[in-house]
Each structure stands twice: as structure tokens, then as C-alpha cells.
């Protein structure tokens, strides 16, 4: 298995220009769960999908964000308009029956808003 | 809330060493993970922790899970440089709905 693929690996951005982040699970993985990691923060929980579904978007820091799973295999993060504050580094991760064998992180994207 | 702590936050040790990560956490959970991260890379699933007492253990690390203590220990044994990273626990309540929280990780060193 290829694992969890994200792109693309660096996006540097304008402020204002829309983003979109790309995340395709592990195949067969009924969760699917978008993080951001900064310094200050560290690891957050944006949203998160079971069977395509968005079940839980407290995390999602205001309405310029916004993330869809169309279908099994393929979900977006979308960022519009972008500001400098979202330079952060944005995983996403998969698993099976809630975290029962883990959660599979991808290597992530590192967003540079400028 | 659930609240996950590790300390120490930073460990600079010498090869050959032993020593300890703690990672405490504030609700009751029986599902505890641990991942490694290397500078600029992703996270790296170590160890995953499903019940209380469940010891798991892959070449020099050994992690542990006590949820009566609420605690769960990373520990070490005779370090080598390789295992210089960021190590991170993460605890979520084990059912559809809870989220995983992570602590803030725990940047180890390993001197020659």
C-alpha cells in the first residue's frame, strides 16, 4: 500500500489567492481526518470524514475553510482567501474502524502564505 | 476536555542510556498512541496502546499503558543517535466521535 498521499508537498501562496490541499486515504480506510501543525500550536484536528461524511468540523477556524470528500478515495482542504496566520503545515490522516490499528498520517503539505 | 501532557518537553541524552518519556492525559481512555517525527517529515506510528497494561516493545523503545494512572510511559533503552526525533503520544477516548489529542511532543537528542 502506497500509504496516505498528500499534495502538493510545498504550496507558497499569495494572502487573499485561493488553496487547496489534496489527500487520497489508504485504501479500504473508513476515516478520514485533516490536521494542522504549527509551532505554536502544535497538532490540531481541522474536520474529520467517516464514509465520506463530514461528521465533526469544530476544528475548522472560520469559514475560509472548507473540506470535502467526494468520494472514498479522494478529500480537499480548501482555503479561500488565504492569509499569512494559515502558514502551517497540513496532514492528513486515515484509519480503520476509529484508530483500532492506528492512524495513518501522510507526509503532509507545507503552506507558505506570503 | 481531554488534555494530553508529555514530559519532558526537550531530553538530551548520551548514547548508550536509558531514560524515560511520560505522557499523561485528564479523561478516562483505554486507546493510546505513539508516533515519531523526524524534522520536516511526517508523523511515524510507533506503538498503539488498547488496554490497560499493554506493554509493546520494537528494538530499543518499550511503551506501556496504565489507564487507572492515566499515564503512559516511552522508555528507552541504551540510546544510539538514530533515535534523535521528535516523539509525540496522542489519546483519544476509543469511540467514533472522540477526538485524538496529542501532546505537545518531546524533542529528543542523542549525543555520541
Known amino acids: 500500500d502506497a500509504g496516505v498521499i498528500q499534495s502538493p508537498r510545498h504550496e507558497v501562496t499569495e494572502m487573499g489567492q485561493e488553496v487547496t490541499l489534496r489527500c487520497k486515504p489508504i485504501s479500504g480506510h473508513d476515516y478520514l481526518f485533516w490536521y494542522r501543525q504549527t509551532m505554536m500550536r502544535g497538532l490540531e484536528l481541522l474536520i474529520y470524514f467517516n464514509n465520506n461524511v463530514p461528521i465533526d468540523d469544530s476544528g475548522m477556524p472560520e469559514d475560509r475553510f472548507s473540506a470535502k470528500m467526494p468520494n472514498a478515495s479522494f478529500s480537499t482542504l480548501k482555503i479561500q482567501p488565504s492569509e499569512p496566520r494559515d502558514s502551517a503545515v497540513y496532514f492528513c490522516a486515515s484509519s480503520l474502524r476509529w484508530g483500532k490499528s492506528g492512524y495513518t498520517f501522510g507526509s503532509g503539505t507545507r503552506l507558505t502564505v506570503v | 476536555e481531554l488534555k494530553v501532557e508529555q514530559n519532558p518537553l526537550f531530553l538530551s541524552m548520551q548514547e548508550g542510556k536509558n531514560y524515560t518519556i511520560y505522557c499523561n492525559y485528564s479523561?478516562?481512555?483505554?486507546?493510546l498512541y505513539w508516533y515519531r517525527q523526524d524534522p520536516g517529515k511526517s508523523l511515524e506510528s510507533l506503538f498503539v496502546?488498547?488496554?490497560?497494561?499493554a506493554v509493546k516493545q520494537e528494538g530499543r523503545l518499550m511503551a506501556s499503558l496504565d489507564t487507572k494512572a492515566r499515564l503512559s510511559t516511552l522508555h528507552i533503552t541504551a540510546a544510539v543517535h538514530d533515535l534523535s526525533a521528535t516523539y509525540f503520544c496522542?489519546?483519544?477516548?476509543?469511540?467514533?466521535?472522540?477526538?485524538?489529542?496529542f501532546g505537545e511532543g518531546t524533542q529528543l537528542t542523542v549525543n555520541p
Open positions: 496522542a489519546v483519544d477516548r476509543g469511540t467514533s466521535g472522540s477526538r485524538l489529542t
Open positions: 496502546l488498547l488496554s490497560n497494561g
Open positions: 479523561t478516562t481512555s483505554d486507546r
